[in-house]
């Protein structure tokens, strides 16, 4: 399940975001989630797994016609269980008259979620 960030989750997003090596630099986390908070069309999301632990990320800049998934993130112990497509389908889901893109980063694990919905 998806929620959107506050405050109150500063601490787990910092967390989370940490497993992206660009962004394992405590400056460099502090400084993402303030580039985050300065646009309303910049969000975090966090998914809770069925246990009610976070376990995963997402940053996204929401734009008319698209959303650019800037950073995903799983934490080890959720890897290789389908978590970053089940983020993708809740929020397309969430989104639908917008097409999910990919930054320099996230371009794989997009493609990869797009082929998986070719094939069903």
Known sequence: MFYKYKRDYEKITMGL???IPDLKNVANLKSELVWYQQ??????FLWKDNKNNFVGVLGVEIEEEYLLIRQIAVT????NK?????MLDTLQ???ADKKI????DTTDIIK???MS???K
């Open 17 to 19: 975001l940490s497993f």
């Open 39 to 44: 646009d309303e069309n910049r969000c975090i």
């Open 76 to 79: 080890p112990s959720a890897r």
């Open 82 to 86: 389908g978590i970053s497509f089940e």
């Open 93 to 95: 889901a969430n989104y």
């Open 101 to 104: 893109l990919g930054s320099i």
């Open 112 to 114: 990869k979620w797009e």
């Open 117 to 119: 919905h070719a094939t």
